[in-house]
Structures are given as structure tokens and as C-alpha cells.
């Protein structure tokens, strides 16, 4: 069975700073990897995704995440951090038609 | 992409009482999912919802307790029973469009948050 584990519960960071959010899976095959973000009192929105072909994906809001198949990791990433970015981050692997999520990671954004 | 909408978008209900969350899609979607996300927690799949034929439940969740209707390819119901302090939880509806059939990209409704007293 996948798994899928975010080491970061709580991560503050400047506006206008870079982000990196972690994301580690354990899954047998080539996994399908989603990120996730919930903000305040919404829904999740789907950040990107990765099935296959070029390792490093962009997604909405200048967010890009990076495959690496050796490190078993699919990290997301956003150079310049905006106030807006302040949400819970779920990182995700897809068997099938089933989704497996990370614990998740709550972005604070100082001003 | 789809457009999920959720119903009741929040509730405060009385310990063993029952609650329906309704769940329509503006197209038709093969299937549509319930998740639970309780609070602090990740999101858990509760089971799985196809037309015409009865829900898939996953590990620790059962048809008693969570009975699902899929009446049609755009609508679908949770109902949470005999609630408890436990149930109290967002409760998420998703769906996989025809595009990315199998690959587990979903869309999600805003969720129904329930707190049970």
C-alpha cells in the first residue's frame, strides 16, 4: 500500500521569501503525485500533479514541484512567498483511483 | 475540472441524531468520493460511490454507519448516523472527471463541517 509522509507540521516564512515543502511516498510502482492546498475554511485545490515524462512540474499560483525518483520525494517550491500563499499543504499519491494523503503542512505567512 | 457543490456547508447536531450531506456536480462524473477530515488530521477516504451500484467502503467505515446514495452521475449523499463527538469532522466530496480517469486526480467540494455535541 502507498504511503505518504510530510516531515514539516508547521512551517512560517517571510513574504517574499522562497518556500520548500517536503513530500516523501512509499509506493512499489511509478506513483501519479499530487499537492494539494486547503485555504482557511475552503475546499482543496489541486496545486499539480505528476504522472510521468519531465520530473520537475508547474503548477497554479508559481508553484513547481520536482520529482526524484531516488529520493523517493516530490517536494513543492515557490521562489517568492505572497501573504495569500497562508494555507494547509497536502501532498498526495494516487494508486488506481485512490488518493493517499500526507498529515499535511500549515504555511504561516509573516509579513 | 468540475464544480462540486456541498450541502449543509456546516452543522451543530445533537449527539445520535442523523445528518445527510448532499454532494452535485455540474457534469456527469463516473465516480464520486466521501472523505473525513477530522480535526487537525489528514484526509481519510470513507468509500467510494458509483452509479447503479452499491458504495465501496473502505477500511473502518461501514455501510450503518455511512450509507451513500448515488442516484445519478451527478448527485450523491453521505448520511452520518447516530452521530457522536467523534463523527464531528469535515466531510468531502470529490470527484474524478472523465479526463484523468484512474490517475486519482480529483476535485473537491468545500466540505460540510459537522460538529456534534
Known amino acids: 500500500a502507498q504511503s505518504v509522509t510530510q516531515p514539516d507540521i508547521h512551517i512560517t516564512v517571510s513574504e517574499g521569501a522562497s518556500l520548500e515543502l517536503r513530500c516523501n511516498y512509499s509506493?512499489?510502482?511509478?506513483?501519479?503525485l499530487f499537492w494539494y492546498v486547503q485555504s482557511p475554511g475552503q475546499g482543496l485545490q489541486l496545486l499539480l500533479k505528476y504522472f510521468s515524462g519531465d520530473t520537475l512540474v508547474q503548477g497554479i499560483k508559481g508553484f513547481e514541484a520536482e520529482f526524484k525518483r531516488s529520493q523517493s520525494s516530490f517536494n513543492l517550491r515557490k521562489p517568492s512567498v505572497h501573504w495569500s500563499d497562508a494555507a494547509e499543504y497536502f501532498c498526495a499519491v494516487g494508486d488506481d483511483y485512490k488518493l493517499s494523503f500526507g498529515a499535511g503542512t500549515t504555511v504561516t505567512v509573516r509579513a | 475540472s468540475a464544480v462540486i457543490s456541498q450541502k449543509p456547508s456546516r452543522d451543530i447536531c445533537q449527539r445520535g441524531t442523523s445528518l445527510t450531506i448532499q454532494c452535485q456536480v455540474d457534469s456527469q462524473v463516473t465516480m464520486m468520493f466521501w472523505y473525513r477530515q477530522q480535526p487537525g488530521q489528514s484526509l481519510t477516504l470513507i468509500a467510494t460511490a458509483n452509479q447503479g451500484s452499491e458504495a465501496t467502503y473502505e477500511s473502518g467505515f461501514v455501510i450503518d454507519k455511512f450509507p451513500i446514495s448515488r442516484p445519478n452521475l451527478t448527485f450523491s449523499t453521505l448520511t452520518v448516523s447516530n452521530m457522536s463527538p467523534e463523527d464531528s469532522s469535515i466531510y468531502l466530496c470529490?470527484?474524478?472527471?472523465?479526463?484523468?480517469?484512474?490517475?486519482?486526480?480529483?476535485?473537491f467540494g468545500e466540505g460540510s463541517r459537522l460538529t456534534v455535541l
Open positions: 470529490s470527484v474524478e472527471t472523465g479526463t484523468s480517469l484512474n490517475t486519482g486526480e480529483l476535485f
Open positions: 509506493y512499489g510502482a511509478t506513483p501519479y
